[in-house]
């Protein structure tokens, strides 16, 4: 079933982009554009060699693609980008960069990715996105939409927080919405999962952990296959 995040996520990511969308996409303070787009080419670098030359490089989907810092990189290793957020101020700002041709930048609704076929994509990167949505539900729905548009032997690479919580973390991801505002606020603080919570999220939306890097650390990177470990 599909899960739709509340609707005051769209409107903050929107006022978040219109303040400055490279530091709350990494909060960085006083990063240039240079180096914004720089860490975006290290990292599709990082993806390449962990998903391995055999891959297929044909159509690749970045799921919270911000201004692009990650797609305009595996641009240069893909035939076709997908590149979907929930923010259209976020859309708007990447298209306006001039990015490359074969990048197309999508608004989504933020619940699924209907306007993308089944069975497409030989890759699919989310990174810095599920640590910011509290409710489980909606990564499962994403995850599970992500699985539907994979292709068979495709791959997948996931980004979670899963820093133990103590009660000091437990606390601050209930402050109310209204306090505080800039990095804390609701839709933008840091949500902390479990390995277990987060491996029992990817089975259930038919995926397979290949691989793990950083558990337990803000920076929990994950390598992902189509289909249940038999």
């Not at 899960?3 to 909060?27: C, E, I, L, Q, S």
């Not at 799921?63 to 259209?88: K, N, Q």
Request: glycine content about 10%.
């Amino acid at each position: 079933m599909v899960v739709a995040p509340p609707a005051g996520m769209k409107r903050h990511w929107d006022r978040m982009a219109r303040r400055d969308p490279m530091y709350f996409v990494v909060t960085r303070p006083g990063q240039t554009p240079a180096e914004f787009f720089a860490s975006g080419r290290r990292f599709a670098r990082l993806v390449g060699d962990w998903v391995g030359p055999g891959a297929g490089r044909r159509r690749m989907l970045d799921l919270g693609c911000g201004l692009g810092r990650t797609a305009v990189a595996f641009a240069e290793h893909y035939e076709h980008v997908d590149a979907v957020d929930i923010s259209p101020e976020m859309i708007e700002r990447a298209r306006a960069l001039d990015p490359p041709a074969n990048v197309r930048f999508t608004a989504g609704n933020g619940a699924d990715l209907k306007p993308l076929g089944d069975a497409r994509y030989d890759l699919a990167v989310c990174i810095l996105v599920f640590q910011h949505i509290p409710d489980d539900a909606v990564v499962g729905s994403y995850l599970a939409e992500i699985a539907r548009v994979l292709v068979a032997d495709g791959r997948v690479v996931v980004q979670f927080d899963s820093r133990p919580a103590g009660l000091m973390s437990c606390l601050y991801e209930r402050l109310p919405t209204v306090l505080p505002r800039g990095t804390h606020g609701r839709y933008i603080r840091r949500y902390r999962r479990t390995a277990a919570r987060i491996h029992r999220l990817i089975e259930n939306a038919g995926l397979t952990i290949l691989d793990e890097r950083q558990p337990g650390t803000a920076n929990h990177l994950l390598l992902l296959g189509k289909g249940h470990r038999s």
